[in-house]
């Protein structure tokens, strides 16, 4: 199911045994299914002609997918707290396409759960190898993608975007590492358990934080990096800590580095965090 954006709405299944039958049951009609289906493959196939190109890598090419979602798709915060209230056992009928491949790809709205699927048929479609992950992040249940490029699989996690978390590319060609070090911790109900490790993230150099920049490990690093940050012009900066930073000192670094702003943006900062990310807004 978790590999097949094309299965939708699956409600139930039971196996008997005695005559080796497997029923399934959906929230649709066959009917209906096949409506949805007919429009996911033509959306997507209208997505990947606009935005992917013959001569772009494998990174263009995925962070063009992630570029898309971010910049035309939201998270349906009514679904999840539908989820939430019976403890993610049963959510309310009209949220149903929030969490199949049918909520991000055709009515733009939807949760984790599709936004993996999208990100999953988006990838296949441009010639990509992805696989839908499931588990947690920070505790409440989660899906993501695990992408493969030239230095193996990473993680991808397309929903806490920075239209949905603030964050831009909050885990973005990540390692497994950096991953669990914010709170994303791995199920096995993706994959057969004993081909999980195949999926191991090992190396991150491809991180979008590393790769630009802006993982710091000590506190002058982060005042050198919000002051460079600021001097070219930039409105919001967002860094990731890769070390403890003791808050006061933190605070210290952020005014060292807005003291050079005209006094009317200097009214209007604001400096706040999600999990080891810095986000500085004036």
Not at 244 to 267: F, G, M, N, W, Y
């Amino acid at each position: 199911m978790y590999q097949n954006p094309l299965i939708l709405g699956v409600k139930g299944y039971s196996y008997a045994y005695d005559t080796l039958t497997l029923t399934i049951t959906y929230d649709d009609t066959a009917e209906a299914i096949k409506k949805k289906q007919e429009e996911i493959v033509a959306e997507a196939k209208n997505i990947v002609s606009s935005k992917i190109t013959s001569d772009m890598s494998v990174e263009q090419k995925h962070k063009a997918i992630y570029d898309y979602l971010n910049e035309n798709t939201k998270y349906d915060d009514e679904a999840l707290a539908s989820a939430e209230a019976s403890g993610f056992k049963d959510i309310d009928a009209k949220f149903n396409d929030s969490f199949t491949t049918y909520g991000i790809m055709v009515k733009k709205i939807g949760v984790c759960a599709s936004y993996a699927a999208v990100y999953k048929i988006l990838s296949d479609l441009s010639g990509l190898e992805s696989v839908v992950v499931t588990g947690d992040m920070s505790g409440v249940p989660h899906a993501w993608n695990k992408v493969k490029l030239d230095n193996g699989w990473v993680n991808v996690d397309s929903t806490n975007n920075a239209t949905n978390s603030g964050v831009p590319y909050l885990l973005f060609n990540s390692s497994d590492e950096t991953a669990k070090s914010l709170n994303f911790t791995l199920s096995k109900e993706f994959w057969i358990d004993s081909d999980i490790p195949q999926f191991d993230a090992k190396d991150g150099s491809k991180d979008y934080y590393k790769v630009n920049g802006l993982e710091v490990a000590s506190a002058s690093e982060l005042g050198a990096k919000l002051l460079e940050q600021v001097n070219e012009g930039s409105n919001s900066i967002v860094v990731r800590l890769a070390g403890r930073i003791d808050e006061a000192v933190l605070i210290e670094e952020a005014q060292k580095a807005l003291s050079v702003l005209p006094e009317d943006k200097l009214k209007n900062a604001e400096l706040g965090n999600l999990s080891s990310y810095i986000i500085l807004n004036y």
